[in-house]
């Protein structure tokens, strides 16, 4: 395995570093999964009252951010009207809004209040241990945001020699708008020595590489898989059927039938007779209610032929070839949003940090090009990203083979044992030092 860095140059005083990681084995590729606590937490806050809020301030509400740790008392019921509610992020999120609309909950200047002392007891605390955050916003009314138990600072992650952010997250307020879905949540296929971590989603472009060395480019889908839940095995059209956006926005209404709401790897609800909101990160399996109670952990199956996989997109270079323009469609406007989170759709314009994964002169290969936030980016003196076009030419100029993109912006960076970084990050304190922000989802070469 070797890194190294370099630089290209725009021509007009800008420039863009790059680090490349290379002749890694595609079977020593792990996920790196975070945990979420109050550093992750407090830096989502940041995120969110530095640049996100501001761009919408007068239409948004009274903002809450919070994580509920296992070991927190739990005051709410499971069982709702919603259906069995089995995430307590969502499960305290469910009860929030109810308590709210019923009246017995408000907010004011900056503290959340409530009739029912059990439930202001758990509020105080999480507020004393810095895993909840309130904003005021000046629209009218109150947005709780749930946030997922995985996200985590990939510097921290142990036992690696180097990791790097991969996939796209729920981050935005609109990626966050239906009732199952958290803050942080990673979404699209991921597939490591041959086991299915993530379920493919959204249609987008996934690199995938066989057991016998040879490299694709394709389009998995959820259709394509089987889901096992316990011991009982699912497959869309046979005894299921699965529904995930942006085809709809909730299941079908169905007498008979049990929804369970799967995200994030694990059920986050069950609901029975359909018309079930669907997750942006997640899906909805649908299964006839005479087939019993199902319950146990999910897994994934299919692929069978596939060492690693990872879906993020869209992609860049195809046995040699580069592309010229995104490869998915992308919807807007009415109905679900595609995809979720929203990132400059110009393919010529709109530079920013990027990461992609693939073979670089026969070897695979991870490249990280640095940018740097809009707010604080100086033309000459920091590193200006690249566009996606420009990130092709790149690609071929360093002779990729294979080249899929990845999350990247203010994610993006590979990080050290150590947890240190070879180029500067894109996020950046008020003090201008670098900020490293909380992921899901990266991977670790072990």
């Not at 070797?2 to 725009?10: L, V």
């Not at 089995?86 to 004011?108: E, H, I, K």
């Not at 995200?263 to 899906?283: K, Q, R, S």
């Not at 640095?370 to 566009?387: H, I, Q």
Request: proline residues 7%; aromatic residues 12%.
């Amino acid at each position: 395995m070797e890194s190294y860095t370099g630089r290209k140059n725009f021509g007009n005083g800008e420039f863009a570093d790059y680090q490349i990681v290379d002749g890694f084995s595609w079977s020593d590729l792990r996920p790196v999964y975070g945990k979420t606590d109050s550093i992750c937490v407090a830096e989502l806050m940041r995120l969110y009252t530095v640049n996100i809020i501001p761009k919408d301030r007068e239409h948004f509400p009274t903002f809450i951010l919070a994580y509920v740790p296992d070991d927190l008392d739990f005051p709410f019921a499971v069982e709702t009207p919603a259906g069995l509610i089995l995430d307590r992020q969502l499960c305290v999120a469910y009860w929030f809004r109810s308590l709210y609309a019923q009246g017995r909950l408000t907010v004011d200047r900056k503290k959340i209040h409530c009739t029912d002392a059990r439930v202001q007891e758990f509020f105080d605390t999480l507020a004393a241990r810095s895993l909840l955050y309130v904003e005021e916003g000046m629209a009218v009314g109150v947005r709780y945001q749930p946030v997922a138990s995985t996200m985590g600072l990939l510097s921290k992650a142990k036992g690696f020699f180097f990791m790097l952010n991969s996939h796209f997250f729920l981050m935005d307020p609109l990626d966050c708008a239906g009732e199952w879905d958290k803050l942080g949540t990673p979404y699209g296929y991921l597939q490591c020595q041959g086991k299915i971590l993530q379920p493919p989603l959204l249609g987008r472009a996934a690199l995938m590489v066989g057991f016998d060395g040879k490299v694709r480019i394709s389009h998995p889908r959820l259709s394509d898989i089987s889901v096992q839940v316990g011991r009982y095995v699912f497959k869309d059209g046979k005894n299921a059927r699965f529904f995930s956006r942006p085809a709809m926005e909730r299941s079908p209404v169905a007498p008979g039938y049990i929804d369970l709401v799967i995200e994030n790897g694990g059920i986050a609800c069950v609901h029975a007779d359909g018309d079930t909101m669907i997750p942006l990160g997640g899906f909805v399996l649908s299964y006839p209610r005479d087939e019993g109670k199902i319950e146990g952990d999910v897994s994934f199956h299919g692929f069978e032929d596939t060492v690693f996989g990872i879906q993020v997109g869209p992609p860049l270079i195809a046995a040699g070839k580069g592309y010229d323009t995104f490869d998915t469609p992308f919807f807007a406007g009415k109905g679900p949003a595609f995809p979720p989170t929203v990132y400059p759709l110009s393919w010529e314009h709109g530079r920013a940090a990027r990461m992609a994964v693939g073979i670089i002169k026969d070897r695979p290969a991870v490249l990280w090009v640095s940018g740097t936030n809009v707010r604080f980016y100086e033309p000459g003196k920091l590193s200006a990203g690249v566009s996606l076009s420009e990130f092709v030419l790149l690609c071929r100029n360093l002779g990729a083979e294979w080249m899929v993109n990845l999350d990247g912006g203010g994610s993006s960076g590979i990080y050290a044992p150590d947890g240190s970084h070879a180029l500067h990050l894109a996020d950046r304190y008020l003090s201008l030092e670098d900020a490293e922000r909380p992921v899901p989802l990266g991977l670790g070469l072990i």
